[in-house]
């Protein structure tokens, strides 16, 4: 007979910066996001150390691009977001891990915005450029 309590998660660690943002671009791949791009930011703002930018065909999938990462990381690694933004429209999700911000377009608002045109100054990493998510872990290095 069990009394109804249940086991606390047991998380595989909690992770922060680049190993973070290799997660959240690896679980992003995996939901089909679109043109993924790493930026190094640590040197050019003070808040964040890599932006992980990601497009989407639509708003359904730009929020299961972000629900899916937030799953992930509090499942698997125990944090949950500082704050998430955006969902109400979904043309622009931003999920705050602090070191690691994701941002999740739709396609067409991705260029309207154009971060990588307003941050040129941080090291962009490379990332894979193929239909294969995960066939590259780390999917991207530190320069």
Not at 40 to 51: H, I
Not at 82 to 101: K, M, P
């Amino acid at each position: 007979m069990t009394l109804g309590l249940r086991r606390a998660p047991r998380w595989e660690a909690i992770i922060e910066g680049k190993e973070l943002a290799d997660v959240v671009l690896a679980t992003a791949l995996d939901k089909k996001a679109l043109d993924p791009a790493v930026l190094a930011v640590a040197d050019v703002v003070g808040y964040a150390d890599y932006f992980v930018i990601v497009s989407a065909r639509n708003a359904r999938q730009v929020r299961a691009i972000a629900d899916e990462v937030r799953q992930v990381i509090k499942h698997k690694h125990g944090r949950l977001p500082v704050g998430v933004e955006g969902l109400e429209t979904c043309r622009w999700v931003l999920v705050d891990y602090g070191d690691v911000v994701l941002h999740v377009f739709q396609e067409g608002t991705r260029g309207f915005y154009d971060l990588e045109g307003l941050w040129a100054d941080a090291p962009r990493l490379p990332v894979p450029q193929d239909d294969a998510p995960g066939a590259h872990p780390p999917l991207f290095t530190l320069p």
